[in-house]
């Protein structure tokens, strides 16, 4: 493996839930990004964002790391979840709060549901 | 350096020939997309095989700076 991809490796293995994406938790720079932390945030999941933008190893080697050509990426319990697209589609149908169930992330019930009556 | 709808349809269609593939120009600047593919192929397979096998037939075009897409919204399915 690339000293990137070890680095990835590691952090995805050193955190539960793990956002590559465009700026910061706090200062999304795209709106991809700014949806995924958007809803990660509201529905008061504790999770480490890695910024791309900072890095470039790290913003060409999370997509060969991933086999997935775009950011956000969400990564839980070190398995690649999906990007944007996926996440907001997991989010509506409940799979996500599955997800979490399954692996054990704590999250806010109520706010998951919130969302999907505002979107339903 | 934008794209066509029909360009990015004849791409998917390559690897996907008897996909119902349905292409939506969101932003009318030839850069900002949305695809939608239905096809059989699809069936036992969760979204994120779906979708690398789009990307997959795109060759590259999403590729960050250097690509000529710079956002495609993806639905995969398989036909109900």
Redesign the interface.
Known sequence: MTDTATQIQETIGANDVVLYMKGTKEMPQCGFSSRVAGVLNYMGVQFQDVNVLADDAVRQGIKDFSDWPTVPQLYVKGEFVGGCDIITEMTLSGELDTLFDDKGVTYDKDAADKIREANG | MAMQANEIEDLIRASFPSAKITITDLAGDGNHFAAEVIDESFRGQN??QQ??AV?AALK?K???PA?DLH?L???TKAPD
Request: hydrophobic share 35%; glycine share 22%.
């Open positions: 979204r994120v979708q690398r990307y590259g999403m590729d960050g690509g956002a919204a993806l639905t």
